[in-house]
């Protein structure tokens, strides 16, 4: 009797899909509630305060810049989970999914942080306070976290066999 294997799966498109998503809503998250609703600072807060109407309102236009760019991260992963729903190859898996997001956001958070807070110091966590490290260090360790738990749900979802043209269809 002839030994027929099941078919290859392949997780990484799905993965993919998350990643971008997780980091465009991750950026969303810190945009609307770091920038807009509790105002701890704007992307050139630090090198530009918004002291005067004109830094509030260049301050304002790279924050639109900001929000513009993590809508494109965000399209870019639906578009790429929509293609996915429609492989046979790819296992559709809530953890390996929520795992990429969670992965996601936490790679927005250390690349954001490590970028924008410590190498270009363009903003930080808190800007209204003379010792930034604490809330910096903070946000690094929460993207941390985020990149471990997100990695583990990946881990535990390669498990996962059904197929996403299944799953959904």
Same mark, same amino acid.
């Given at each position: 009797? &002839?030994?027929?294997?099941?078919p +290859?799966?392949?997780? +990484? %498109?799905? *993965?993919?899909a998350?990643?971008l998503?997780?980091?465009?809503?991750?950026?969303?998250v810190?945009?609307?509630?770091?920038?807009?609703?509790?105002?701890w600072?704007?992307m050139l807060s630090n090198?530009?305060p %918004?002291? =005067?109407?004109?830094?509030?309102? $260049?301050n !304002?236009?790279?924050?639109g810049?900001?929000h @513009?760019? *993590?809508w494109? !991260? =965000?399209?870019?992963?639906?578009?790429?989970?929509w293609?996915v729903?429609?492989r046979?190859?790819v %296992?559709w898996?809530?953890?390996?999914f929520?795992?990429?997001?969670?992965?996601?956001?936490?790679?927005f958070n *250390?690349? &954001?942080g490590?970028?924008?807070?410590?190498?270009?110091?363009?903003h930080? *966590?808190?800007e209204? =306070? #003379?010792?930034h490290?604490? #809330?910096?260090?903070?946000?690094?360790?929460?993207?941390?976290?985020?990149l471990? $738990?997100?990695?583990?749900?990946i881990?535990r979802?390669?498990?996962?066999?059904? %197929? #996403? @043209?299944? +799953? $959904?269809?």
């Amino acid at each position: 009797m &002839e030994n027929v294997s099941s078919p +290859a799966r392949h997780h +990484a %498109p799905l *993965v993919a899909a998350g990643i971008l998503m997780g980091a465009g809503l991750g950026g969303f998250v810190d945009g609307i509630v770091l920038h807009q609703i509790l105002q701890w600072h704007n992307m050139l807060s630090n090198k530009l305060p %918004p002291d =005067t109407l004109v830094n509030a309102k $260049v301050n !304002m236009y790279w924050d639109g810049v900001f929000h @513009a760019a *993590v809508w494109v !991260m =965000t399209a870019l992963g639906l578009r790429l989970l929509w293609s996915v729903g429609h492989r046979r190859d790819v %296992p559709w898996s809530g953890r390996t999914f929520s795992g990429s997001l969670v992965l996601g956001w936490g790679l927005f958070n *250390v690349i &954001e942080g490590l970028i924008d807070h410590t190498l270009l110091g363009l903003h930080h *966590v808190y800007e209204y =306070t #003379a010792d930034h490290l604490p #809330a910096d260090l903070g946000f690094l360790a929460f993207g941390l976290l985020q990149l471990l $738990v997100g990695w583990l749900l990946i881990r535990r979802g390669q498990a996962d066999t059904t %197929p #996403a @043209a299944h +799953a $959904v269809g």
